[in-house]
């Protein structure tokens, strides 16, 4: 099964601030671990720079999980008011608790807001979510609840998403804006990004073919366009 098309969106039980995590980079990795689109299966593999060297994060050490929501999309042919088209990928989490989470393992993840990271001139939304087995998961349910309970810890999140590359010689990336948006605003995007994963994947009524910028993804799948 796929780590990206076969997981659900959500678990079986829960409300809808509760999605499915895919743990791609474990807290404290600095390996940067990602699902391989093309790859059978889409294995989670580490990504290589453009000489093939193996990537690694070198802004520190990561002190969150980092994921992806499964049976999710960010469109490229999707451009945000600010003209920024998808960065192509499922959409990403931070999940903020204070356990590490094993690579490849599947957590029900509360969904508190999110950050919109401008990679490159790709919009890269960044859902952040808390596992709900870590210990502080019954006190935060909110981006206020995470500054209450975690004092500092949005301003670290902001500060990592916007100097992390600033160590390998690139820019700063920017932000759509500094602060995080509510979970609804964040569930909403979601959302989005689901059906946009189904259209992908031709569920939702039309025959599109192969569509921009997903030439070569592997999409054989119980889930979505079925195992040739």
Not at 4 to 23: A, Y
Not at 93 to 104: A, D, K, N, P, R
Not at 143 to 157: N, S
Not at 179 to 206: F, M, V, Y
Request: net charge negative; charged share 25%.
């Amino acid at each position: 099964d796929s780590f990206w098309h076969d997981i659900p969106l959500r678990p079986s039980s829960g409300g809808e601030e509760i999605v499915n995590l895919v743990t791609e980079i474990p807290m404290y990795y600095t390996a940067k671990m990602e699902v391989n689109k093309k790859a059978r299966g889409n294995a989670i593999a580490q990504d290589v720079n453009k000489d093939g060297s193996p990537r690694y994060y070198t802004y520190g050490t990561p002190f969150f999980n980092y994921g992806l929501i499964p049976q999710t999309w960010e469109d490229p042919s999707l451009k945000s008011s600010q003209g920024n088209a998808g960065d192509n990928d499922p959409i990403d989490v931070m999940e903020i608790g204070s356990t590490q989470l094993q690579i490849g393992s599947i957590q029900p993840c509360r969904v508190l807001g999110s950050l919109e990271l401008i990679d490159e001139g790709e919009t890269d939304h960044k859902i952040i979510c808390i596992s709900l087995a870590d210990k502080d998961a019954s006190r935060i349910h909110s981006m206020d609840d995470l500054e209450r309970v975690k004092p500092g810890h949005i301003a670290r999140l902001i500060d990592w998403l916007k100097r992390y590359k600033t160590t390998d010689g690139k820019p700063e990336n920017a932000l759509a804006q500094e602060t995080p948006t509510t979970q609804s605003e964040a569930l909403a995007i979601i959302s989005e990004t689901h059906e946009r994963w189904r259209k992908l994947c031709g569920k939702d009524g039309n025959s599109y073919g192969t569509l921009p910028g997903a030439e070569g993804f592997f999409l054989s799948t119980p889930a979505c366009k079925g195992v040739e």
